[in-house]
């Protein structure tokens, strides 16, 4: 299994950024995939989940800012990132079930979100 994440970077808050997740070694279209992050001093947060079939969940603190999508054509997880706060600065996973527990064992080595005011 290979998970490979991109697109991170630094933006003022109110801005947007779209992560990438290339995926390998599996049946990416027959997981569900999830986002995960860290931010700096602190443990994994889940933040959203996307099945085989295409429904998703957030955490609570990103619903209706960010969006979770895949396409599986392209073994390649996506997560829009809108109206980024300060509080979203962390490394960004993405994470293959199962989840050991919240420790997600299998993901990539992450993209950093740094959002200033």
């Known amino acids: 299994v290979q998970l490979v994440e991109s697109g991170g970077g630094s933006v003022q808050a109110g801005g947007s950024l779209r992560l990438s997740c290339a995926a390998s070694g599996f049946t990416f279209s027959a997981w569900a995939m999830t986002w995960v992050r860290q931010a700096p001093g602190k443990g994994l947060e889940w933040v959203s989940t996307?099945?085989?079939?295409?429904?998703?969940d957030y955490t609570d603190s990103v619903k209706g800012r960010f969006t979770i999508s895949r396409d599986n054509a392209k073994n390649t997880l996506y997560l829009q990132l809108n109206s980024l706060q300060t509080e979203d600065t962390a490394m960004y996973y993405c994470?293959?079930?199962?989840?050991?527990?919240?420790?997600?064992?299998?993901r990539g080595q992450g993209t950093q979100v740094t959002v200033s005011s």
């Open positions: 996307i099945r085989s079939d295409g429904t998703t």
């Open positions: 994470a293959k079930y199962p989840s050991a527990g919240g420790s997600w064992p299998t």
